[in-house]
C-alpha cells in the first residue's frame, strides 16, 4: 500500500511540471529532447548561406524556441505567424527564437516568400536536418516541430502533431512558463551590452518579413 502511494504521488508531481501541463489535451506529441547545451555546437547555416551552429544563432543563454518548418508544411506557416507574436511579446534579453528550415532544394525566392506570409520576424537557419535528427532522435522528418527549453536550457515541451489553436495555445503557455524560468546563476549579470555584442551574428541571420 505504501509503495502504491508513493507511485501515485510521483506521479502526481510529474503531472504538474510545465511540459506535461503545456501539452494537456495534444495526444501524439514528440518525445522531448535533451538539454540545449547539447546541441549548440551543432552546425546549421544563415540565410546568407554563411555556415554557423545553433549556439551562434541562439545567442547567449536564456529561455529559447527551435521551431522547424518547410515550404511544404502549412501547419508550419500557423507556428510562425504565433511565434513572430511571441517575438514582439517578449524582448530578446528574455527569448530566444530560431526557425531552422528543412527544405531540400527549395531556391531563396521560394523561402524568403514562405517567410514572408508567415510573418517570421525572429532568427532563421538553414539546412538543419542534421540538428533535426538529433533533437528528435529520429531517422525521419516530421513537421511541423517546436521544441521550448527553458532558461537553464532544459526542455520545456516538445510540439509535433498540430492541433490547430490547441497547439498554438500550449506553445504560447510552454513559452511563458519558460520565460518565468530562473536563470542559472552564472548568466542572472548579464548586461545590456554584453547581450548586444554577443548577439551580432544573430542579428546578422535575421531578415525583417515584408511591411
Not at 502526481?12 to 494537456?24: D, G, R, S
Not at 533533437?135 to 520545456?156: E, H, I, K, M, N
Amino acid at each position: 500500500m505504501l509503495d502504491r502511494r508513493l507511485l501515485l504521488a510521483g506521479l502526481t508531481v510529474f503531472a504538474a511540471t510545465p511540459a506535461v501541463a503545456a501539452e494537456k489535451g495534444l495526444a501524439g506529441q514528440p518525445e522531448m529532447p535533451g538539454p540545449l547545451a547539447r546541441y549548440r555546437d551543432l552546425s546549421v547555416k544563415r540565410v546568407d548561406g554563411e555556415a554557423s551552429t545553433l549556439g551562434r544563432l541562439l545567442g547567449p543563454p536564456r529561455p529559447a524556441v527551435v521551431s522547424f518548418w518547410a515550404t511544404w508544411c502549412a501547419p508550419c506557416a500557423l507556428e510562425g505567424r504565433r511565434l513572430a507574436r511571441l517575438r514582439k511579446a517578449y524582448p530578446e534579453e528574455r527569448l530566444a527564437i530560431v526557425g531552422i528550415n528543412l527544405d531540400s532544394h527549395a531556391d531563396d525566392a521560394k523561402l524568403d516568400q514562405f517567410r514572408r506570409r508567415a510573418e517570421m520576424n525572429y532568427t532563421q537557419g538553414l539546412d538543419g536536418k542534421a540538428l533535426y535528427l538529433a533533437l528528435s532522435d529520429s531517422a525521419t522528418v516530421a513537421l511541423p516541430r517546436t521544441y521550448v527549453f527553458d532558461a537553464s536550457g532544459q526542455p520545456v515541451a516538445a510540439f509535433g502533431r498540430f492541433f490547430g489553436e490547441r497547439t498554438l495555445s500550449a506553445i504560447d503557455a510552454a513559452v511563458r512558463a519558460a520565460v518565468a524560468s530562473r536563470p542559472p546563476a552564472r548568466d542572472v549579470n548579464l548586461s545590456a551590452s554584453a547581450f548586444r555584442a554577443r548577439s551580432i551574428p544573430v542579428a546578422m541571420a535575421r531578415r525583417s518579413p515584408a511591411p
